[in-house]
């Protein structure tokens, strides 16, 4: 309805640089009311039904809306390569001072002859071109970034989860735009972020060429709040970095394709293990715990850490004292080989389980501490309990690692998960009176210390702390 476009207008007024206003979503639309409340440039937009626009509306009609816009004089009307040449050169014959975005969409894949078809495009003379694809990985991105430089005239960038990475970098490679919803639920397109995330979160404003850029590498990635605090902390600190995720399937293509892309990594699981083998050195802590979660790009040289085990025995130590305490962990992946090695360090007696006892007694043998089988848990009596793997991490926030029973007051329990804030285990602790220690605290202990290496500047936690409460529902 033309009522609540005007609302979203007034909002898009306050965020975006360009409105582009989908008049295939408005059955009553007017036309003049909705171009006069635009207070920023405007893109009219009525996209052909089966190139993913919403109301199924006959040529004739669309050309006629199309044309409206331009006599009312919007900034730029946007028609699809598919429409025809007799439809494009009917609204190029009567523009004015409105610009054509002329349209390619593939919603399937990225193609390989993407500068075959912008030739296409670009000989037909519309003002701007705009090729959008679909990436079925991480790699499509590549392929646009590579395929924007030079071009002063284009639009472009990937649709999908996998082509995020694109909506928020396309502007450093040269895109002329970027396109966002203006809040959740009103995207027009798989993979949108919202305005407000580019502009407030991830700066796409201020990003340029000369952009470093830092992310999240790991599979899955959607919890990581990784993206929030360090974009955070980059602005408040004026440094010109971003921070984005990388969704990798297959980390060898990974580091042999864009090995050159970023100054700084952040590694998640399932890679925090696998990721050592690309890397030319690696500290001596991170080699004696065999597990990274930091890299840095040093003179071409990428170089491996694990600020890990910092983040957790600080955050523990704010809660309670390591020295001669008897520690079962729960777990046996590149988390708790951090936290084993920090709490062996701290002369803490480290006692490991996992529901694979091969693992837990490897990892055991390999550090030279105890073991348990997991369904034997019940005969260790620990001073602290932390669980180091993803039970209870959206979206099975219902789940918990350890049965209610086990947990006495007089323990101190640890869970390493932080999306949620509060799991079911934290929660069922501090009921049970146990004193409590929260995944985030290990994760922006951790964070400022890999903040440190790849920038070599201290950042305050709590600084990261509150970009994180108050960006998380």
């Known amino acids: 309805k033309t009522k609540e476009a005007l609302r979203d207008i007034s909002i898009a007024n306050k965020i975006a640089e360009v409105i582009e206003i989908r008049t295939d979503y408005i059955s009553d639309l007017d036309l003049p009311i909705l171009l006069k409340s635009a207070k920023k440039p405007v893109i009219i937009t009525h996209r052909k039904y089966d190139e993913g626009g919403f109301l199924q509306t006959h040529e004739n009609e669309r050309l006629e809306i199309l044309k409206s816009a331009i006599k009312l004089r919007a900034d730029f009307i946007d028609i699809e390569y598919t429409s025809g040449n007799e439809i494009i050169n009917e609204l190029k014959k009567r523009k004015r001072k409105t610009k054509i975005i002329l349209s390619y969409h593939n919603f399937k894949e990225t193609p390989t002859n993407l500068e075959e078809i912008y030739s296409k495009l670009n000989k037909i003379n519309c003002d701007i071109v705009k090729i959008v694809t679909y990436a079925s990985s991480i790699n499509d991105n590549l392929r646009i970034f590579g395929f924007l430089e030079g071009k002063k005239n284009l639009i472009a960038f990937c649709m999908g989860e996998y082509g995020q990475l694109s909506r928020i970098l396309a502007i450093k490679y040269g895109s002329l735009l970027t396109y966002s919803s203006l809040s ?166 480290a006692i490991i389980t996992d529901i694979n006892n091969v693992k837990s007694e490897y990892l055991a043998n390999e550090f030279d501490c105890d073991s348990c089988k997991f369904t034997e848990i019940n005969k260790i009596k620990p001073d602290i309990l932390i669980n180091a793997t993803p039970v209870g991490m959206i979206p099975n926030i219902d789940d918990i690692s350890v049965s209610e029973d086990y947990l006495r007051k007089e323990m101190t329990v640890f869970d390493v998960v932080y999306s949620p804030i509060e799991t079911k285990l934290i929660k069922t602790a501090r009921d049970k009176g146990c004193k409590v220690i929260l995944g985030i605290d290990m994760f922006i202990y951790q964070a400022v210390e890999q903040f440190r290496v790849w920038t070599t500047k201290n950042v305050n936690a709590e600084l990261m702390r509150r970009s994180i409460l108050e960006n998380t529902d």
């Open 184 to 349: 959740y639920g009103k995207e027009s397109a798989e993979g949108q972020l919202t305005g407000e995330m580019l502009k407030e979160i991830y700066h796409v404003h201020k990003i340029n060429k000369n952009t470093k850029i830092y992310g999240l590498l790991g599979n899955p990635i959607k919890e990581s709040k990784g993206y929030i605090i360090h974009n955070n902390a980059f602005r408040k600190l004026g440094l010109n970095n971003v921070y984005v995720n990388f969704l990798v399937d297959d980390l060898e293509f990974f580091f042999k394709e864009f090995r050159g892309f970023f100054s700084g990594l952040s590694v998640t699981m399932p890679f925090k293990i696998d990721v050592m083998k690309y890397l030319d050195r690696i500290d001596v802590n991170a080699e004696k715990i065999k597990a990274i979660n930091t890299i840095v790009r040093d003179n071409n040289k990428l170089i491996g850490y694990n600020t890990d085990y910092i983040g957790a025995i600080k955050a523990i130590k704010d809660k309670t004292s390591i020295k001669d305490k008897k520690v079962l962990i729960l777990g046996a992946g590149g988390v708790a080989r951090a936290i084993v090695y920090g709490v062996l360090m701290e002369n803490g007696i």
